[in-house]
């Protein structure tokens, strides 16, 4: 087998995908191996959180600040691994034969001013193998959201990287600044109106955001304090009320309706529509004489 000259010993092939929210670039990589490998992590100019989602092999994979030096901290499920810009990070195995991973690469100046943080000393620190449930469960989400080509998962993508950064930079417990519990009438409609008026292209939760004069992560919640949904909910109930519009008042094919809504095709979004009303866009449609 002929291995790439720019892949390290017995590792195959690498597959990547990536998103961007914000100022966070998301790499969701699958390796395939052959035996024992050490493989440098790219993205050293950026600050990276990172996780390993599935491994196969006869050993657990290893990350190490330096090549030759183990990693002082024992394995732990659902570990996660950051380490500041500048900074390299290696992941090592002696044998190994799948993996599947998720970074978050970013800024950490210009993360911290998107979360509206002063204090970014987290960002400074190399942290190998440490343990946090709710970030572990984020990273998962987000995991699937970066190959999900729903215009509304641009949304709910932003909502889970800004919860990951607002965790990480140890704002996740502390209360929004008063008056951000809900938005203003004012502030809504200006909301409902850019949803409305780029329905169903992808929205970025920062231009929301910026709208009301809000961090993003405040104003998730006062959105949802406001509406009872969190934006992309909100946006995907529009593109299912716009759907039934059109299953009710046109006699247009489905793929035709899917593509004016946002959906991939027919069936992604029959898939979807079942899930938010429990029946599919044929049978609505036939049950409402339409």
Same mark, same amino acid.
């Given at each position: 087998m002929h291995h790439s000259p720019e892949l390290p010993e017995? #590792?195959?092939? +690498?597959?990547?995908?990536?998103?961007? *929210? !914000?100022?966070?670039?998301?790499?969701?990589?699958?390796?395939?191996?052959?035996?024992?490998?050490?493989?440098?992590?790219?993205?050293?100019?950026?600050?990276?959180?990172?996780?390993?989602?599935?491994?196969?092999?006869?050993?657990?994979?290893?990350?190490?600040?330096?090549?030759?030096?183990?990693?002082?901290?024992?394995?732990?499920?659902?570990? #996660?691994?950051? +380490?500041?810009?500048?900074?390299?990070? *290696? !992941?090592?195995?002696?044998?190994?034969?799948?993996?599947?991973?998720?970074r978050?690469?970013?800024?950490?100046?210009?993360?911290?001013?998107?979360?509206?943080?002063?204090?970014?000393a987290a960002a400074s620190v190399p942290r190998l193998r440490f343990s946090d449930e709710p970030m572990s469960s984020l990273l998962h989400l987000i995991a699937g959201a970066v190959v999900d080509p729903d215009p509304s998962s641009q949304l709910y993508g932003d909502a889970l990287v800004t919860a990951v950064a607002a965790r990480f930079f140890g704002q996740a417990k502390k209360a929004p600044a008063k008056g951000a519990s809900r938005l203003s009438p004012t502030q809504l409609r200006q909301a409902i109106g850019y949803l409305d008026a780029n329905l169903p292209q992808r929205v970025d939760l920062a231009t929301l955001s910026s709208l009301a004069g809000l961090s993003p992560h405040h104003y998730s919640r006062a959105f949802k304090g406001s509406t009872g949904l969190a934006p992309y909910q909100w946006q995907l109930q529009a593109r299912i009320e716009r759907a039934k519009a059109l299953l009710l008042g046109t006699n247009h094919p489905l793929e035709r309706i899917a593509e004016a809504t946002g959906f991939a095709d027919a069936v992604h979004f029959g898939r979807i529509f079942r899930k938010q009303?429990?029946?599919?866009?044929?049978?609505?449609?036939?049950?409402?004489?339409?």
């Open positions: 017995n #590792l195959i092939s +690498v597959h990547s995908a990536t998103r961007t *929210w !914000g100022c966070v670039n998301v790499v969701l990589a699958e390796f395939t191996c052959s035996g024992r490998v050490m493989y440098e992590v790219p993205h050293r100019e950026e600050s990276r959180i990172g996780m390993i989602l599935d491994e196969v092999g006869a050993y657990r994979s290893e990350p190490r600040l330096k090549q030759g030096a183990r990693c002082a901290v024992d394995y732990r499920p659902r570990q #996660l691994n950051h +380490v500041p810009a500048g900074m390299g990070i *290696w !992941g090592f195995s002696e044998d190994i034969r799948y993996a599947r991973d998720i978050l690469c970013f800024d950490a100046k210009r993360l911290g001013e998107h979360c509206q943080v002063q204090d970014l009303t429990g029946a599919t866009p044929a049978a609505w449609r036939k049950d409402r004489g339409a």
